[in-house]
């Protein structure tokens, strides 16, 4: 389990979708296990699936667009 990742989801989780939190962890190079565990550690075991890189079509809100290129891990 990755602390870090923990976090990340924790204090975003509220304020932007599932799918949204995953392709920015998958893009900070996070392996799909990592990224799976930790969220059904974050949700509690709700379904999490986990996109793949090729067929990831996620259209958020104007303002959730502009906010998702502000996400960062440290």
Known sequence: MNQQVID???TN????SKESLVEQ?????YDDSEI???INTVYHGEEA???Q???VNIQAPQE??????KLYLL
């Open 64 to 69: 959730e667009k502009n906010l998702c290129g």
């Open 53 to 55: 890189a090729n067929n």
């Open 25 to 29: 962890l998958k893009n900070s190079g």
């Open 36 to 38: 799976l565990e930790s």
């Open 13 to 16: 989780k509220d304020s932007y």
């Open 49 to 51: 699936p986990i996109p």
């Open 8 to 10: 990340y989801l924790q």
